[in-house]
């Protein structure tokens, strides 16, 4: 065989061992940032909002921002503490990279369904949604086999509410879940992570297909930018998914962060959006330097 093609292959068996590395590098030097999100998301606020006033006048109340709160985290549990939860996060990074490229490999799809200049429309869309479709399977694979360790890294993050010690390690916390809530209970809160991950590969694609097509010539430049736009808005779009996902995952499991007056009990995950959006919290989180303090909670702020 060709010394050429062996290099070639050894090249191309590495790269997605070099892509996962690269993601868990990247999710052990974000955790800290990322654990102050979640503990936003599921509504705890140890820190009190200040006043600022806006380049129009307006005075607003805002709370510390992200790095602020990471920092917070830092001064109550040291260095250690900013990465509890981040060993089940990276063993579900790996399965999901896994199961999602050999997912990808059984899914074979025609070559022919490059998209060229020369489509027509129908064409350049029929080919989209058959690879968006393709795609979507790989996600609700790896979301799915993944989810276990996703709720076990939540509900680790969540203990830092009411300084608990309940979920100490992975394989313990598989076996008190288990114990507790049944196989049911590892897969708490699976279809709003699921609406979250599918609804983002729809978007990311249509939008994609749309800016490539109709709103830029087809340059490397203008297609990267195109990318980073569908992911943009991807991402904010379904972003309140994320949230009802964090608080439904910890809801009424025996932690202080999903118990009553942390959190209500919800009897499901659309009770939980409905109750977010009445509150206007399904976007907290979604800014890591500036939050705003919702307009129903500044009025009552003031009132105190």
């Known amino acids: 065989m060709d010394s050429d093609t062996e290099n070639r292959r050894e090249e191309n068996s590495d ?12 999710k052990t030097i974000t955790h800290p ?12 606020e140890p820190m009190a909002p200040y006043r600022h006033r806006s380049i129009f006048g307006e005075e607003r109340l805002f709370l510390p921002n992200l790095v602020v709160y990471a920092k917070y985290i830092y001064s109550v549990d040291g260095f250690k503490g900013m990465y509890v939860g981040l060993a089940p996060k990276i ?6 990279h896994y199961s999602s490229s050999l997912m990808s490999d059984y899914i074979q ?5 490059n998209v ?3 489509d027509s429309d129908l064409e350049v869309w029929k080919k989209c949604a058959i690879k968006t479709s393709k795609e979507m399977i790989c996600t609700a694979t790896s979301i799915i086999l993944s989810h276990p360790l996703h709720i076990i890294s939540m509900r680790m993050m969540a203990q830092f509410v009411g300084y608990e010690h309940r979920y ?20 708490t809160a699976i279809i709003p992570r699921l609406l979250a991950g599918l609804g983002t590969v729809i978007l990311v694609n249509v939008a994609k297909q749309a800016f490539s097509r109709y ?23 379904t972003y309140p998914f994320n949230v009802v996902t964090a608080c439904t995952a910890i809801n009424n499991c025996g932690l202080a962060a999903g118990m009553p007056p942390d959190m209500p009990v919800f009897g499901n995950w659309l009770d939980c959006m409905k109750y977010l959006y009445r509150n ?15 307009q129903t909670q500044s009025k009552l702020l003031k009132l105190l």
């Open 91 to 96: 063993i579900g990074i790996c399965i999901e």
């Open 109 to 113: 799809i025609d070559k022919n369904l």
């Open 15 to 26: 790269a997605p061992r070099h892509t996962l590395m690269g993601k868990c590098v990247m």
């Open 33 to 44: 940032l990322d654990y102050a999100r979640f503990l936003v998301q599921i509504g705890h």
């Open 116 to 118: 060229d200049n020369t």
């Open 168 to 187: 100490t390690l992975v394989l313990q916390s598989i076996s008190l879940i288990s114990r507790e809530e049944g196989v049911k209970g590892l897969f």
């Open 215 to 237: 709103l830029f010539d087809p340059s490397p430049l203008t297609l990267n930018i195109a990318d980073f736009t569908a992911s943009y808005l991807a991402n904010a779009a």
């Open 280 to 294: 206007e919290q399904l976007n907290r989180g979604s800014s890591t330097w500036f939050r705003r303090v919702p």
